[in-house]
């Protein structure tokens, strides 16, 4: 149905030249993951400030809509049985990882049901102490709140599941300041690097496309981090995005632009999918 429905959108769409086609990993497997970025030169950054300007870009956003209600669709119509047998398997693969067990420092977001996202809650509370006193065996773990709907969202670091607050998505986030009244640290300002971010999204692919909900969050806050990381001479984290089996896409099938970020792998039921070299290095 999805493939049918985007398929059709693809051939009439097919010809339309796209701004910045971005490259796969498939096709530069030699290529380290961020030189698969567009560069943040002036000017490689135009495109995506103007806004969709072109008819390409519209086009783009169109099919990108076409293919969030066609996932939302097949999403609604999976089973609970289902749905709880892939959080289960997906969140054991990750948490049994030497790469999850060996990261230290997290981005990872909230799971919302409604939303059907792979559920985090096992990695979540694994990330966090178990009680006050055990801190050194917790890892740190930042978490997304959206500030505007201008594509701005911080990562801020929480201690317990209890720094959460539902905001006007129905979606769990930190408050800004903790129970002390302190800010809460945001992972752009902390002096070490993150290992790992765990990523939401609609569709994936097997060469590392990612389709988000449409708000832009993710790839500017990865734009912003990817740039930091460079500056302070930080090693890259891994990218993995958590997928059910109805949002792997074929390849070719989710549009991409210019300020796509590319994911460097997936895991699915059926285990790790690397895709970038840094994956197929650190993850086996
Ligand atoms: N768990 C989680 N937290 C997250 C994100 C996410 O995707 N998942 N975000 C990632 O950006 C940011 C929040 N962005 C969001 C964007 C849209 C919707 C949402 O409810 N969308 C509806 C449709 C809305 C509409 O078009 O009317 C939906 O997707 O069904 C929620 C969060 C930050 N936190
Ligand atoms: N780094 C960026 N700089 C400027 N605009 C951006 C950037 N990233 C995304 N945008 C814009 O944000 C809007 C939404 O982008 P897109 O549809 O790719 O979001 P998404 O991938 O679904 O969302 P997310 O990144 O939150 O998962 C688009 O208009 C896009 O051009």
Redesign the pocket.
């Known amino acids: 149905m999805i493939k049918n429905a985007v398929a059709s959108l693809m051939v009439r769409l097919h010809h339309l030249p796209l701004a910045a086609p971005t490259p796969t990993y498939r096709r530069h497997h030699h290529h380290h993951a961020l030189r698969l970025l567009r560069p943040a030169s002036a000017s490689a950054?135009p495109v995506?400030?103007a806004?969709?300007s072109t008819a390409a870009?519209q086009a783009v956003?169109d099919q990108?809509r076409a293919l969030?209600t066609e996932v939302r669709k097949a999403l609604k119509a999976l089973s609970p049985d289902q749905r709880a047998s892939e959080d289960l398997a997906i969140q054991t693969t990750i948490l049994e990882s030497s790469w999850f067990k060996e990261s230290k420092r997290l981005c990872a977001y909230i799971s919302c049901r409604q939303l059907r996202e792979v559920d985090t809650s096992k990695i979540l509370a694994e990330c966090l102490p178990l009680n006050p006193g055990q801190e050194e065996l917790a890892k740190d773990l930042y978490v997304p709140r959206v500030e505007d709907k201008n594509?701005n969202?911080r990562m801020l670091r929480i201690t317990t599941m209890d720094d959460l607050v539902k905001n006007s998505m129905n979606i769990l986030e930190p408050s800004p300041v903790d129970a002390s009244g302190n800010d809460r640290e945001d992972v752009l300002s902390a002096s070490s690097p993150v290992d790992l971010f765990l990523?939401?999204?609609?569709a994936f692919d097997r060469t590392g496309r990612?389709?988000?909900?449409?708000?832009?969050?993710?790839?500017?806050?990865?734009?912003k981090y990817q740039e930091l990381a460079k500056e302070k001479g930080w090693n890259r984290p891994l990218l993995v995005a958590l997928s059910y089996s109805v949002q792997i896409m074929d390849e070719g099938v989710i549009p991409?632009?210019s300020?796509?970020?590319h994911i460097d792998a997936l895991v699915t039921s059926s285990g790790v999918i690397p895709i970038s070299p840094a994956a197929l290095e650190r993850m086996q």
């Open positions: 950054r995506a400030a806004a969709m870009e956003a990108k969030r594509r969202m990523l939401p999204g609609q990612r389709l988000g909900r449409g708000g832009g969050y993710y790839d500017t806050f990865l734009l991409v632009n300020t796509d970020v």
